[in-house]
């Protein structure tokens, strides 16, 4: 399944660094879902810092920024003590969220074909509506770019 722009988001409730999460109770905002494939990487690591230095901005926005990946709970509560990462992140081990976004694909890891997630990210408005999707992001400038599309929902 993927979701579609304009349309209603798939709705879900996951379990968080903060505790369960579900993307009713943020409307009212717009919600910034990424996901990315796994904790302490490299790619993963600055695309977290990124959104983690633009946090403010996000706020100002009226954007909460949500992070989401196949990781445990407790691998999500070290990666974000240690990064000092604001926002939450999703464990979502069982890809039930990943599913509804359609970010698991297979793909190619040093010549061997793995089934992982496409980094990704949604811009949901204040309503639940999906307004823009990135699919396999690349992370130098990417958190900016999603910032201005926030700031041009607000």
């Known amino acids: 399944m993927t979701p579609t722009i304009g349309k209603p988001a798939p709705l879900f409730t996951a379990e968080s660094t903060i505790g369960p999460i579900s993307l009713e109770q943020c409307q009212g905002r717009a919600v910034i879902l990424y996901f990315y494939p796994k904790d302490n990487t490299p790619g993963c690591t600055t695309e977290s810092q990124d959104f983690r230095d633009l946090h403010a901005d996000f706020l100002a926005a009226s954007a909460v920024v949500i992070g989401i990946s196949r990781d445990s709970l407790k691998s999500h509560e070290n990666f974000k003590a240690k990064y000092e990462l604001p926002f939450p992140l999703i464990s979502d081990a069982d890809e039930t969220v990943c599913n509804l976004f359609g970010v698991i694909k297979q793909k ?43 700031k041009s929902i607000g």
């Open 108 to 150: 190619n890891m040093y010549g061997k074909q793995v089934r992982g997630i496409e980094r990704s990210t949604f811009l949901i408005d204040a309503y639940g509506v999906l307004v823009q999707e990135w699919r396999g992001v690349k992370v130098p400038g990417h958190a900016k770019e999603v910032l201005q599309a926030a």
